[in-house]
């Protein structure tokens, strides 16, 4: 299974970016992950294949996760964003355990990372 991230790219503070990320194969669950500019990386939603959801605390409000399983694809609507959301965003998915996890590790496949850049 590949994964192809888009959606990235300069957003000014309280603004928008919507990320997309298209499986080539059906998964379960969905994550979507950022690493900051110096490398700590932190889980941001996760969304199971019964579209169960869940965010770290620094988000939740703000962005919404949503997938197309039909169309194996999982989307991170972001908004009211802030500096600190500055990072690469990673998506990331399940096909084999059946987990509903927010470790990375317990993840098989991952994208390629899109940078979003938030300008105060």
């Known amino acids: 299974v590949q994964l192809q991230a888009s959606g990235g790219g300069l957003a000014q503070a309280g603004g928008s970016l919507r990320l997309s990320c298209v499986a080539s194969g059906s998964v379960n669950a969905m994550l979507w992950y950022r690493q900051y500019p110096r490398k700590q990386r932190e889980w941001v939603a996760v969304?199971?294949?019964?579209?169960?959801?869940n965010y770290v605390d620094s988000v939740k409000g703000r962005f919404t996760i949503s997938r197309d399983s039909a169309k194996n694809t999982v989307s991170l609507e972001m908004n009211s964003l802030k500096p600190e959301d500055t990072a690469v965003y990673f998506c990331?998915?399940?096909?084999?355990?059946?987990?509903?996890?927010?470790?990375?590790?317990?993840?098989?496949?991952w994208g390629q990372g899109t940078l979003v850049t938030v300008s105060s």
């Open positions: 969304i199971n294949s019964g579209g169960v959801t």
């Open positions: 990331a998915a399940d096909r084999y355990s059946g987990k509903y996890s927010t470790i990375g590790y317990d993840y098989d496949y």
